[in-house]
């Protein structure tokens, strides 16, 4: 059984087919196909899990990943942009912009690569650096800064802005108080 287990199988089968009996080579298939199956499923099921884990982990492996999956952004945000550009001046304005994030299918694909499209003249002003018009570097530049957990970050960054600005006015009113109060008496 070890021989015909192992790759010195042919002897041994020989050996029983020709001494013994023919039916041998349905055993010896079976047992090789059998045991060859088991052997290359825990190979698999050991090694092919392990190489992934490393692979993930190696920095080189993710920052090329990144790379692509930044150039496949800028790719498709370009071909966006080329699309809604109606007018071939290089910009899109408003109109452009909403005439193209009202098609439905725009819409989906955006989905697809992230960024949300529900108040497209929302996400116009957030990409725009406040020219009114967006070029395709603003477009794919917004829409990235706009993605995933990025756009969580753009929020808390603005709303902490936000909060420190309130709490400045605060301060600056409450002084102003203190000394009109401070003046009267």
């Not at 047992?31 to 092919?48: C, N, R, S």
């Amino acid at each position: 059984m070890f021989e015909i287990t192992r790759s010195f199988h042919r002897p041994p089968i020989r050996i029983l087919v020709k001494c013994v009996d023919e039916g041998f080579v349905v055993y010896a298939v079976v047992h090789k196909a059998v045991l060859g199956f088991a052997v290359i499923g825990a190979l698999y099921a050991v090694f092919i899990p392990e190489a992934f884990k490393v692979a993930q982990l190696s920095d080189n492996i993710m920052v090329r990943q990144q790379w692509r999956k930044a150039e496949h952004h800028t790719k498709n945000m370009q071909a966006l942009f080329r699309e809604a550009d109606t007018d071939g001046n290089g910009t899109l304005d408003m109109d452009e912009w909403m005439t193209i994030c009202q098609d439905e299918w725009v819409k989906m694909w955006l989905s697809c690569q992230d960024v949300k499209v529900d108040e497209a003249q929302v996400l116009f002003q957030m990409i725009d650096d406040g020219g009114g018009r967006l070029s395709a570097e603003e477009v794919v530049k917004g829409t990235a800064s706009l993605r995933g957990e990025s756009a969580m970050m753009k929020l808390l960054s603005t709303a902490r802005g936000i909060s420190n600005s309130v709490s400045d006015i605060r301060a600056e009113l409450l002084f102003s108080q203190l000394s009109v109060a401070a003046e009267r008496m």
